[in-house]
């Protein structure tokens, strides 16, 4: 079996047949993702001009596209790229790729710090989120920090095709005390790994086998490690007053509230996601 010709319209059926163990609808989903990443065209455009030409060399892409898309490899990585909060970013598989979950995330920062002067990102993986956010808040400094050098390499890169200025600098929370930190942050905001060893049973194999295990899982018997430095973390270089904003893992919005009760002078606000999921704290540091 072969594509016959250059039309788009031979690309699709072609695409479609050769993915047809795949659930229908998760394949139509795939050649649309595809289509919009390496051709530019919309949905609207797979319909009206069905008949485009399109290039041997972009034939050839969906051909190695089909090839990993039979291996499991999620589509984000096959396409090199995906879109988050109106930004199209650049995805490999040194970095997760980012969660409808944490735009609500960024949408919460957005519309709640306009008038702040200092944001740092912790674990920023690709820079969704600083970059998310510096698109909104122009005049917000903002910073963000990881502890992988692939992952810092994909930020920057997002970054400058973005035309955003973000700083990006190697760092480890768990082992924060031994870095010298810029002063003035007045909102700190992370999306740590969080997920516990134990939940693997439950995932999708195409996470299990191409995600970055470091950006997602947690010991069973320490799942809150992660909350536990970026508290301390927080108590000694946020800004007062200063937010903190995290993105939690359902099962333990009581749990990290908790980890806030012997912090002096703060309040702690949590907040469901769009599935009715407990998702998000914010945790304002009074003067």
Same mark, same amino acid.
């Given at each position: 079996m072969k594509v016959? /010709?250059?039309?788009?319209? +031979?690309?699709?059926?072609?695409?479609?047949?050769?993915?047809?163990? &795949? /659930?229908r609808?998760?394949?139509k989903?795939?050649? %649309?993702?595809l289509c919009?990443a390496?051709?530019?065209l919309?949905? $609207?455009?797979? &319909?009206? /001009?069905?008949?485009?030409?399109?290039s041997?060399?972009?034939?050839? #892409?969906?051909?190695?596209?089909?090839?990993?898309?039979?291996?499991?490899?999620p589509?984000q990585?096959? !396409?090199?790229?995906?879109w =988050?909060y109106?930004l199209?970013l650049?995805?490999d598989?040194?970095?997760l &790729?980012p969660?409808?979950? $944490?735009?609500e995330?960024?949408d919460?920062i957005?519309?709640d710090?306009?008038?702040?002067? #200092?944001l740092?990102? &912790?674990? $920023?993986?690709?820079?969704?989120?600083?970059?998310?956010?510096?698109?909104?808040?122009?005049?917000?400094e903002?910073f963000g920090?990881?502890f992988s #050098?692939?992952?810092?390499? $994909?930020a @920057?890169?997002? !970054?400058?095709s973005?035309?955003?200025?973000?700083?990006?600098?190697?760092f480890?929370i768990?082992n924060?005390?031994?870095?010298? +930190?810029p002063?003035?942050?007045?909102?700190i905001?992370?999306?740590p790994?969080?997920?516990?060893? %134990?939940?693997?049973a439950?995932m999708h @194999?195409n996470?299990?086998?191409y995600?970055?295990?470091?950006?997602?899982?947690?010991p069973?018997? /320490?799942?809150l490690v =992660?909350?536990?430095?970026i508290?301390?973390y927080?108590?000694?270089?946020?800004?007062?007053?200063?937010?903190?904003?995290?993105?939690i *893992?359902?099962?333990?919005?009581?749990e990290?509230?908790?980890?806030?009760?012997?912090?002096k002078?703060?309040?702690?606000?949590l907040?469901?996601d769009?599935?009715?999921?407990d998702?998000?704290i914010?945790v304002?540091? *009074?003067?």
């Amino acid at each position: 079996m072969k594509v016959p /010709n250059n039309k788009l319209s +031979s690309l699709k059926s072609y695409f479609f047949e050769s993915l047809e163990s &795949i /659930n229908r609808e998760e394949v139509k989903r795939y050649f %649309s993702f595809l289509c919009n990443a390496w051709l530019g065209l919309s949905k $609207t455009d797979l &319909i009206i /001009n069905p008949d485009r030409e399109i290039s041997e060399s972009e034939i050839l #892409k969906f051909l190695y596209g089909i090839k990993d898309l039979k291996k499991n490899r999620p589509i984000q990585y096959v !396409a090199g790229k995906t879109w =988050f909060y109106g930004l199209e970013l650049k995805v490999d598989e040194g970095v997760l &790729i980012p969660r409808p979950e $944490t735009e609500e995330l960024v949408d919460w920062i957005v519309r709640d710090c306009r008038e702040s002067k #200092k944001l740092l990102d &912790i674990g $920023t993986g690709s820079g969704c989120i600083p970059l998310s956010v510096k698109s909104k808040l122009e005049n917000l400094e903002v910073f963000g920090y990881d502890f992988s #050098k692939q992952a810092l390499e $994909t930020a @920057e890169a997002n !970054a400058n095709s973005l035309g955003l200025v973000v700083n990006f600098e190697e760092f480890d929370i768990l082992n924060w005390k031994s870095y010298v +930190s810029p002063d003035g942050f007045d909102v700190i905001v992370s999306n740590p790994p969080y997920i516990p060893e %134990s939940d693997k049973a439950l995932m999708h @194999e195409n996470v299990l086998e191409y995600e970055p295990e470091m950006a997602l899982f947690v010991p069973n018997e /320490n799942p809150l490690v =992660f909350y536990k430095s970026i508290v301390d973390y927080a108590v000694f270089n946020l800004a007062r007053p200063g937010k903190l904003f995290l993105e939690i *893992h359902e099962s333990f919005g009581g749990e990290v509230i908790q980890l806030f009760n012997d912090v002096k002078n703060c309040s702690v606000e949590l907040r469901k996601d769009l599935q009715g999921k407990d998702r998000m704290i914010k945790v304002l540091f *009074h003067r």
